[in-house]
């Protein structure tokens, strides 16, 4: 019986954790039935790294934009940069950007800069931005109602492990959510219920490898081959079997990601 497509919507594959054997992760991943990829940018001056692994795998496809942590490091990359890279037929998203007040790697007003450039970035490509958000939700909520007042844009909760308000302020504002290998951990019921409450067309999987790997690899680098565990995990949070999750959230991601072809067939 074939394995039920999946989509790892959010890895790094270009870290060096992946250097010396990438072809063998993607092998991987195939195996366990995921059939594409995001590889997501955490600075914009790196991004030829990105396109040369998508040009090198057809089933990769990247993002570009600064993470939060690189904001002082990029701090005046322009909507224009973002919007003239995102014409490359495989830079599908913009970010991930956002806010990070865990480690605090950079001022938090230039992290809100960055964050709005990329903001404004999203709404003239229609690109999905992908949004890192950890510790911030109060500054998150505020920005993202103030920019969705300016104009819609699509965007994702990457790596959900906030609080509920903030899931729900997305999902108002037409965002998605996101879930990764935290899903998983034993002492995530919070997430797991939020989860349950996140409507099924809003809902996306993802391993954000090398991190964040999911019981039984908990410890061990994470790899893209690994967000089978997570959806498993987002499966029985919704009640519902692996195929429905992994058919909703394949869709989901196709209908955000529109540059993706769709190789299913559908």
Known sequence: MALPFLVDSHCHLDFPDFEAERDAVLTRARAEGVGLMVTISTYVSRIDRLRAI???HAEVF???????HNAAIEPDTTVETLVRLSQDEKIVAIGEAGLDYFYDKAPRDVQEK????????????GLPLVIHSRDADTDMIRILEDESGKGAFPFILHCFSAGRALAETGVALG??????????FKNSEEIR?????????????????????????????NEPAYVRHTAEVLAQ??????????????????????????????
């Open 54 to 56: 998508t040009r090198d």
């Open 62 to 68: 990247a993002s570009v934009g600064t993470h939060p």
């Open 114 to 125: 960055v964050f709005r450039t990329h903001i404004t970035a999203a709404r003239e490509t």
């Open 175 to 184: 965002g998605h959510v996101s879930f990764s290998g935290i899903l998983a």
């Open 193 to 221: 219920a939020i989860a349950a409450d996140v409507p099924m067309q809003r809902l996306l999987v993802e391993t954000d490898a090398p991190y964040l790997a999911p019981p039984p690899y908990r410890g061990k680098r």
């Open 237 to 266: 949070a919704k009640g519902v079997d692996l195929a429905e999750i992994a058919r909703t959230t394949s869709d989901n991601f196709f209908a955000l990601f529109s540059k993706v072809p769709d190789p299913r067939g559908q």
